[in-house]
């Protein structure tokens, strides 16, 4: 994509309202723009995010042998009165009647509604397990939303439901999920920390909130320092250790040496949770078991806050300049500047290196705006694209390029065909 045919609405200064890095980060990086109070236009750059993040999540769930299906956001209150959850919820929940005086909600999250659609289709024993997700847009009303898209009235979710016919079943369901969540964040590029936690409004009695730490975060965590020596690879070993956020923490009970606890600062991007037959009783949901008995089924909850963690990557991974996004969710892989737009030759061998990157399947932004070379960097540093490549009259005299990393900012002069080949590789 060319820069100059691109929306990228860059910002010099942090607006006053942006009190946190991912914030300020994300409103002068142009990847969203506030419509009202924690409501964002997500932008063409932003949207990028959005996606790669998304189609990891997806192919993680689909590996664990989840179904994708998709719900609608707007729900009847009957469903919710049903569970008896309506009233308990909360004024976070939007509430009004459509034009017949029904009573309708904006979803917050979909226990009942994907329990009713189970309950529809699914009568035997022999149909279990069953999981299904969806990736959709909720909205919680926050009587504060602040922290930009880490807290927002709207925001889009991966939500997924499993259905057992017994308690060893949710177990191993519940289980799975684990490991796909420490994949799916590492797959980010992320080490995620699970922690026990509160399950809150959803229920439940086994509940673990998955948290990236990062020194802006909201939580107090507490965790084995064996986790630090962890990578973002070490899914299998990272369950054994210690960790728990400060509700939760009981020095007095430390499993830890105290010369092996570590405090740090976290932020929640997915949270588990298994509650067993708290929906599936209200809502009457049974199968047919091996004997013909009828037997109630166990269900648990997971979800991925995926626009939360646009901005928790964010605050986990920038420096002064701007953003420094990880490779696997950057909305661009390259940064192409051409120092001379309108110099015929550097204009020449820009293009050259924009078409052969185009071709080797190479996401890149091409810089080919008519400005000073300083505010090119600056825009490139501030969007955090992993790799810049530079295009100037003395390399294209000398038959090179300039190849520089984000994140530290190492960078060597190289022939076009090697930076190609270490790009590719």
């Known amino acids: 994509m060319r820069l100059s045919l691109f929306l990228l609405p860059t910002l010099k200064e942090s607006p006053a309202e942006a009190q946190i890095v991912s914030h300020r980060l994300s409103l002068r990086a142009g990847l969203v723009r506030q419509m009202s109070a924690g409501i964002y236009a997500w932008l063409a750059l932003g949207f990028r995010v959005l996606k790669k993040i998304e189609q990891i999540v997806r192919e993680e769930q689909d590996r664990a042998g989840c179904q994708e299906v998709l719900m609608p956001t707007v729900q009847s209150a009957e469903l919710w009165q049903e569970s008896g959850r309506y009233d308990d919820y909360g004024e976070e929940m939007l509430r009004f009647n459509d034009r017949h005086g029904r009573e309708m909600l904006y979803g917050p999250t979909n226990e009942e509604m994907i329990t009713d659609i189970f309950r529809q289709y699914v009568k035997s024993y022999r149909d279990l397990p069953k999981n299904l997700y969806q990736i959709q847009w909720k909205f919680r009303d926050e009587v504060r939303p602040r922290f930009g898209v880490m807290r927002g009235r709207e925001f889009l979710m991966k939500d997924n439901y499993s259905f057992d016919l017994d308690f060893e079943g949710a177990k191993r369901s519940y289980e799975n999920m684990y490991q796909t969540y420490l994949r799916t964040f590492a797959r980010m590029g992320l080490t995620a920390i699970a922690v026990r936690a509160d399950p809150g409004a959803i229920g439940g009695t086994l509940s673990q909130e998955f948290h990236i730490l990062a020194e802006t975060g909201e939580s107090k965590v507490f965790y084995d320092a064996g986790l630090d020596s962890l990578g973002p690879e070490d ?25 092996r606890l570590r405090e740090a600062r976290g932020i929640e991007v997915g949270h ?30 997971y979800g991925i806050g995926i626009s939360r963690l646009v901005g928790a990557i964010i605050e986990a991974s920038h420096d002064e300049k701007g953003i420094v996004w990880p490779e696997p969710v950057a909305p661009f892989r390259v940064g192409l500047i051409n120092l001379r737009s309108g110099d015929a030759a550097c204009d020449k061998a820009a293009d050259a290196l924009y078409e052969k990157l185009n071709a080797a399947g190479i996401e890149v932004l091409y810089d080919d705006r008519d400005e000073r070379s300083g505010v090119k960097f600056a825009t490139m540093d501030l969007i955090g694209l992993p790799w810049q490549l530079v295009v100037g009259p003395r390399g294209v005299k000398n038959g090179v390029v300039e190849l520089k990393r984000r994140a530290g900012g190492e960078s060597e002069e190289l022939s076009v065909e090697s930076a190609l080949a270490r790009l590719v590789d």
Do not use: R
């Not at 899914?235 to 010369?259: F, G, N």
């Open 235 to 259: 899914v299998e070993a990272a369950q054994q250790l210690y960790a728990c956020t400060e509700e939760k923490h009981d020095p007095a009970a430390c499993t830890v040496p105290p010369d």
């Open 272 to 301: 588990i949770f298994y509650f067993g037959t708290k929906y599936s009783k209200a809502m009457n949901v049974e199968v047919a078991g091996p004997n013909g008995e009828s037997i109630v089924v166990e269900m648990g909850s």
